[in-house]
């Protein structure tokens, strides 16, 4: 079955790195474009970051722009975020997730239509 | 980008409707026909009710409607039941090449 399983979170100290794996299933992985969301404790949906099929094509949040890189591995059918200088805001359940509907010429998008069960990330002195 | 703009809880009976609303700017909403509503159950992933603003994924109840009007975007939930009580939230692809997800909306079934 289709599915998207996230690894990496922990507790990690401000300032730190820490890298988050999503491994895909079920479904032609390098042909999908995919999203990072997080989610702080209590609170809403935030979104991270996307990835185009083939890696080439990344956008990201002002948030995290300049410290977290989305990348992804077609061969593993892994995709990835590493995150540098980490903030206690940082704190989060992290989400990978499919993009329904990319079109790469014009960056138009929509739709997260698979979701992981999310990794939890808390940086904590 | 600033997230968009939806009531923080709506509330009805079984078998009511009820709308969450979801505002943005020409720049999101108001620009592109590309807005996706999420259901999401504590302690679970988000689900994806629409997209393209009116469009049901396979297996979503047709109870869950949405359209939009200029720069507000709505879901409408028909014949209100028991297990459609949870968080909702709208995104939007936006004039960045990012995407931006709602204040989230808490739907309780009384």
């Known amino acids: 079955q289709v599915q998207l399983v996230e690894s990496g979170g922990g507790v990690v100290q401000p300032g730190r790195s820490l890298r988050l794996s999503c491994a895909a299933s079920?479904?032609?992985?390098?042909?999908?474009?995919m999203h990072w969301v997080r989610q702080a404790p209590g609170k809403g949906l935030e979104w991270v970051a996307i990835?185009?099929?083939?890696?080439?094509?990344?956008y990201y949040a002002d948030s995290v722009r300049g410290r977290f890189t989305i990348s992804r591995d077609n061969s593993k059918n892994t995709l990835y975020l590493q995150m540098n200088s980490l903030r206690a805001e940082d704190t989060a359940v992290y989400f990978c997730?499919?993009?329904?509907?990319?079109?790469?010429?014009?960056?138009?998008?929509?739709?997260?239509?698979?979701w992981g069960q999310g990794t939890t990330v808390t940086v904590s002195s | 980008q600033s997230a968009l703009t939806q009531p923080a809880s709506v509330s009805g009976s079984p078998g009511q409707s009820i709308t969450i609303s979801c505002t943005g700017t020409s720049s999101d909403v108001g620009g592109y026909n590309y807005v996706s509503w999420y259901q999401q159950h504590p302690g679970k992933a988000p689900k994806l009710m629409i997209y393209e603003v009116s469009n049901r994924p396979s297996g979503v109840s047709n109870r869950f409607s949405g359209s939009k009007s200029g720069n507000t975007a709505s879901l409408t939930i028909s014949g209100l039941q028991a297990e459609d009580e949870a968080d909702y939230y709208c995104s939007s692809y936006t004039s960045s090449s990012e995407e931006v997800f709602g204040t989230g909306t808490k739907v309780t079934v009384l």
């Open positions: 990835i185009s099929y083939d890696g080439n094509k990344k």
């Open positions: 997730a499919r993009v329904l509907y990319y079109d790469y010429w014009s960056g138009y998008y929509y739709g997260m239509d698979v």
């Open positions: 079920g479904f032609t992985f390098s042909t999908y474009a």
